[in-house]
C-alpha cells in the first residue's frame, strides 16, 4: 500500500506559478513510475507529466518548457513546478505512484485567472 499526499494549489494569475509537492509513504521502495495528473469538469483525466526510478521524465506537450516535474527518492517526494499558467492549466491535479498497482492522492486545485 502507498499513501500520497499532496499540498500546494491555489488560486493565481495568468502568467504566475505555483509548485504542487506530494509525499508517498507506506510501501515506497516499490514505487517506480510518480507523476502528476490533471482533470477538468467535463474532461477526462490526462497526464501532465511522470518521472520513473531512474530520472526519466516525460511531459503532456501543453506543458513542455513550462512545468518541471523532480523526484526526491530520499524524502519519497515528488515536486511539479509550473510556470507561465495559463487558464486552460486549470483542473485539479492528482499525484499518481505506480507500483504493481495505480495510486492516487486526494487532488489539489488549481485555478488560473485569465
Known amino acids: 500500500q502507498v499513501q500520497l499526499v499532496e499540498s500546494g494549489g491555489g488560486l493565481v494569475q495568468a502568467g504566475g506559478s505555483l509548485r504542487l509537492s506530494c509525499a508517498a509513504s507506506?510501501?515506497?521502495?516499490?514505487?517506480?513510475?510518480m507523476g502528476w495528473y490533471r482533470q477538468a469538469p467535463g474532461k477526462q483525466r490526462e497526464l501532465v507529466a511522470t518521472?520513473?526510478?531512474?530520472?526519466?521524465?516525460n511531459y503532456l506537450d501543453s506543458v513542455k518548457g513550462r512545468f518541471t516535474i523532480s523526484r526526491e527518492n530520499a524524502k519519497n517526494t515528488v515536486d511539479l513546478q509550473m510556470n507561465s499558467l495559463k487558464p486552460e492549466d486549470t483542473a485539479t491535479y492528482y499525484c499518481?505512484?505506480?507500483?504493481?498497482?495505480?495510486?492516487w492522492g486526494q487532488g489539489t486545485q488549481v485555478t488560473v485567472s485569465s
Open positions: 499518481h505512484a505506480k507500483t504493481t498497482y495505480d495510486y
Open positions: 507506506g510501501s515506497v521502495p516499490s514505487i517506480n513510475v
Open positions: 518521472v520513473n526510478s531512474g530520472g526519466f521524465t
